[in-house]
């Protein structure tokens, strides 16, 4: 009997003992390793791409055709700045943004959207392209490509990766980082 209860006790001070030893690798949180196209090196944590946008909103006040516009025309009273102020009035626009929880890199035709979560690196590379844009637009042009390696070891390979308004957000040791996407050549995440 007495050596059942050793036994019992010696499994349950083991059993403790790798759940101490587990629980700071599974609290920790990823980390993001970054290197820029211009050399800079950036160590995040509390890594997440944010997706910003914006929605143009529809007027509902305007009539829909000129058959609903009144018979007399309208009355406009004002100073000659409060009512260009009205007459110029400009649609209404939404802006939001949002955390990414995939990246859609292209292969041909054929488009692959990895939920990031799955995503150990991404690697992109970038080629000058002519384009028909004035320089004072943009100085330069590129066209970008990624290879994806995932957590399973899988190498995802795209001759056209573009992530419009993403940017990389994080924290450094010396405060909140934001860096666009475009300016990223490589992004490791260590989980």
């Known amino acids: 009997m007495r050596s059942v209860l050793r036994l019992t006790i010696r499994l349950v001070i083991g059993l403790a003992g790798v759940a101490i030893a587990v629980a700071p690798v599974a609290a920790q949180e990823p980390v993001a390793e970054v290197r820029t196209w211009s050399g800079e090196t950036l160590r995040l944590s509390q890594p997440s791409l944010e997706v910003f946008y914006t929605i143009p909103v529809k007027e509902e006040d305007a009539p829909p055709s000129d058959a609903a516009a009144p018979a ?21 626009l939404l802006s939001g943004q949002r955390q990414a929880e995939s990246v ?21 590379a970038r080629y000058p392209v002519v384009s028909a844009l004035p320089a004072h637009l943009a100085a330069t042009h590129f066209r970008y490509a990624a290879t994806a390696v995932l957590l399973d070891g899988t190498t995802v390979e795209a001759d056209y990766v573009n992530l419009g308004t993403t940017i990389l957000r994080g924290t450094a040791s010396d405060g909140r980082v934001e860096i666009p996407w475009h300016e990223i050549e490589t992004l490791r995440f260590v989980r």
């Open 72 to 92: 007399a025309p309208p009355m406009l009273f004002g100073s000659a700045t409060a009512l260009a102020g009205a007459l110029e009035k400009k649609p209404e």
């Open 104 to 124: 859609t890199l292209q292969k041909g035709a054929v488009e692959r959207r990895i939920p990031l979560l799955s995503v150990a690196s991404l690697v992109f």
